[in-house]
């Protein structure tokens, strides 16, 4: 079946702009998490939704950070007033249950010029 | 909350030798450890993962372990190639939460 989609895999934006990028899990998985990769480095984890319970915001790096996720489906993760620190690529993964292997999708690089 | 290191940063070695990665993490409830591959400008994939209640686990050329007193785990390439050169993430979910911690990662360089 399908993987885990992003869109869009690039994005150039100026600074001050707002992006949203859309991750698509794989049908049925109850689990989506967003991850912030800069060049070079690790994962950064940002966001984690479970079915319908309130999700761990803890990662998000400043308010100008936020996403959403309707039911068990589509997510969008919203970035306000983009900084040039806010240049990464943008991962999200999905998993059938919050303990087991993560899908994760081919990303979204977001330039901020 | 949960906190793992990883080490080294970055592993040089000829093809045909052996490679070994090393994660430790900090929550003692932490019960699934799987590693990913993440090769350049890819998505990271999993390739072996183990859970607390094994000491150790084998895929052909890649074994994990883990120590679970010492709260430390470990990959293990054997027979390294070219086409394993790649950034390699540890990660550990706490006991607490179901997020996974990620380490920060280890560049492999399988050289000929």
């Known amino acids: 079946g399908a993987g885990v989609s992003q869109s869009p895999s690039n994005k150039v934006t100026e600074k001050g702009k707002d992006v949203e990028l859309r991750c698509d899990p794989i049908s049925g998985h109850t689990a989506l998490y967003w991850y912030r990769q800069r060049l070079g480095q690790g994962l950064e984890f940002l966001i984690y939704?479970?079915?319908?319970?309130?999700?761990?915001k803890s990662g998000l790096p400043s308010d100008r950070f936020s996403a959403e996720r309707t039911g068990e489906s589509v997510s969008t993760l919203t970035i306000q007033r983009t900084q040039q620190e806010d240049s990464a690529v943008y991962l999200c993964?999905?998993?059938?249950?919050?303990?087991?292997?993560?899908?994760f999708g081919a990303g979204t690089r977001l330039s901020v010029l | 909350g949960e906190n793992v290191e990883q080490h080294p940063s970055t592993l040089s070695v000829q093809e045909g030798d052996s490679a070994v990665i090393k994660c430790t993490y900090s929550d003692s409830a932490s019960n699934y450890f799987p590693w990913y591959k993440q090769e350049l400008g890819k998505r990271p994939q999993l390739i072996i993962d183990i859970r607390s209640n094994v000491g150790e686990k084998k895929d052909q050329r890649i074994a994990v372990t883990l120590n679970k007193t010492a709260k430390h785990f470990s990959l293990h390439i054997t027979e390294t190639q070219p086409e394993d050169s790649a950034v390699y993430f540890c990660a550990a979910r706490g006991g607490t939460a179901s997020k996974l911690t990620f380490g920060t990662g280890t560049r492999l360089q399988v050289t000929l």
């Open positions: 993964a999905s998993s059938p249950g919050g303990a087991n292997i993560q899908y």
């Open positions: 939704f479970q079915g319908n319970s309130a999700p761990d």
